[in-house]
């Protein structure tokens, strides 16, 4: 990763850019939480997984990072929730 670059900024989040091997990746700042999350799609295109995360979940590597997931967060929900 380099320097992070503002793309896009409104009253509720900060969206920036960032490359991870040549490859740009996103990440939204929400400015009331100060939480940060990561583009998803984003993500496993630069670590050469898929080219979506909806491609990636439907591999082994993808169902087994699923359920790693429940094992390590068994009270908060994969998609959704709080």
Known sequence: MTKLTIVRET???IVFL???EDMPV???RNKMTGQ????ADDMVRAI???DSFEEFLATDKGLD?????KNEHPNTPFFGGL
């Open 11 to 13: 009253d509720q989040e």
């Open 18 to 20: 960032d490359y991870f």
């Open 26 to 28: 996103h990440f939204t």
């Open 36 to 39: 940060i999350t990561v583009n």
């Open 48 to 50: 050469g997984s898929a």
């Open 65 to 69: 990072f699923i359920n790693e997931w």
